[in-house]
């Protein structure tokens, strides 16, 4: 099982303006970066993937759906 951690880096947006954005990593070199300015929206996720009740192979799948879930509501 994959134990993600949260991640920040300083972006640019469209304006050339700073922007902090958070992402996810794995202990096994997985980065998956600026997926929101939100921190608080990136822990929840890490928190439900490190959870006992998400099986490993089922991981990626749940990231990549929280994604998709988080930019089609905006």
């Known amino acids: 099982m994959m134990t993600f951690q949260v991640t920040q880096e300083i972006m640019l947006d469209t304006a050339g303006q ?5 992402g996810l990593s794995t202990h096994c070199g997985m980065q998956f970066s600026a997926i929101s300015p939100h ?7 890490a928190q439900l993937l490190n959870s ?15 994604v998709q879930q ?5």
């Open 52 to 66: 006992p009740q998400v099986e490993a192979v089922h991981q990626l799948d749940l990231l990549e759906d929280m």
């Open 18 to 22: 700073e922007v902090m954005m958070y």
């Open 39 to 45: 921190r608080q929206q990136v822990c929840q996720m």
């Open 70 to 74: 988080l930019y089609m509501e905006d």
